[in-house]
Each structure stands twice: as C-alpha cells, then as structure tokens.
C-alpha cells in the first residue's frame, strides 16, 4: 500500500462517518523502519510520525528535522520514567500515560520546563495482564489524579486485544472519554482504522500500511 491510499480511506471513512475533512490526525508509525522509508514518506509529504522508543527517536530524527520542515513527534511506546527527561523534551505528544510514578514524572518535569507535552491516558480496554495500561474501572479516578497535578490531559489511547472484535473496544474507550470531557481518542491500527473513524478517532495510528512489514 501506499501513503497515498492510506489517506484517500481515511478521507473516505471520515466523509462515510459524517467527519470533517482533517478531523483525524493520521500518525505515521515509523519505528523499527529503515531511514529510506521514513524519508521517502516524509519527501511525500507527511509529517506526524509515531515512534515507540526514545532512544530509537533520537538517533533517528534530528537529522531528519534539519532536512524537513514541520516534522511533529508522537510517542506512542511504553515510557520508562528515566527517559522521561528525554521524551517531553522530543515528542509534542505522549500516547502511553499508564501509571501515578510516570505522571508524577511528567508534572516535575513540566514545573521545571514550564511546558508539557499533550498527554493521553493509555487504558487497558481489554484488561490483559501483560498490556499496559490503566484499567477501564479506575480511569475516571486516573484522570482525575493526571488533572491534579495540571497536567494536560487531551485524550484516551488504547490497543484492543489481538484477534478480537476492535469496536466494543473503541466504543468503551470513546465512552470513558466523554464522561470525563476528552476530546482525543488515540486509537485504530492499520487494519482498524476506518472503523476507529467511525466510532470517534481523532488519532489514528498506522505502520505497516502505509510502510510495508516492520524489520525486526
């Protein structure tokens, strides 16, 4: 596949869901992709990208960015606390919030920079024990803790069970969101996207669709 078409079925899904144009962020996943990839879709064109681990970020953008205009960071892999520093100082956006030590993290750090970046709280929407993430049942409270510390909190980020049906998942994670007055839902792969779309999505996360398979 190519960007191209990935952004033709993301306009496609958003007019088939009553969606303005643009409503949906889509996030080029470019990790663990070799440089020629990655440059050949930024000579394309686009400029959000998705990368899991900061220290895969560093070694990767910063030449990119001299090269690129308006090239915008989101991580959206698990974050240790120790590349915290590193991270808010790279991404304009963190996915992966899942637990009070990281937020704690973030709220000292922004003090100190007088700046965050956005945050979306990771919910486990499938309660799996090996996935991170807040579960569905304590996500009012998590939120509400993330707030207390002025941290900026734009949204709700979740990865549905391999295999399963992705949009009950979508419609809990969108549920969670409303009630608690969020207006990001980070969510929808390269084989959900459209049906993220329809149920709410405002960041879409793709990869392989629009890169080809992953190296490993």
């Known amino acids: ?33 070799p440089a020629e990839r990655v440059e050949s879709v930024l000579a394309q064109g686009q400029r959000l990208f998705g990368e899991n681990r900061v220290q895969e970020a560093q070694s990767r953008w910063p030449a990119f960015q001299e090269l690129f205009d308006g090239v915008r960071l989101h991580l959206i892999g698990p974050l240790q606390t ?9 991404f304009e956006a963190i996915h992966t919030l899942d637990r009070p030590r990281l937020a704690l993290t973030l709220a000292r750090l922004a003090q100190e ?19 991170a993430g807040v579960p569905p049942a304590e996500a009012d409270a998590f939120v509400a803790q993330v707030r207390a510390m002025d941290l900026p909190v734009v949204g709700l980020m979740c990865i549905p069970p391999v295999d399963a049906d992705p949009a009950p998942h979508f419609s809990l994670l969108a549920t969670i ?4 007055g969020l207006a990001g839902l980070s969510m929808g792969m390269s084989d959900d996207f459209e049906t993220a779309v329809a149920l709410g ?8 669709a629009i ?6």
């Not at 033709?8 to 009553?18: I, P, S, V």
């Not at 890169?211 to 490993?216: D, E, Y």
């Open 1 to 33: 596949m190519s960007l191209s078409e990935i952004q033709r079925r993301l306009h496609a899904a958003e007019t088939a869901a009553n969606r303005a144009p643009g409503a949906v962020h889509l996030i080029a996943v470019s990790k663990v992709q």
């Open 177 to 180: 969101a409303a009630r608690n």
């Open 82 to 90: 120790n590349k915290a520093r590193a991270a808010v100082e790279m």
């Open 201 to 208: 999505a405002t960041h879409v996360r793709v990869g392989s």
């Open 211 to 216: 890169f080809g398979a992953r190296n490993a």
């Open 113 to 131: 920079r007088g700046a965050s970046p956005e945050l979306f709280v990771q919910v486990n929407t499938g309660e799996e024990p090996q996935k």
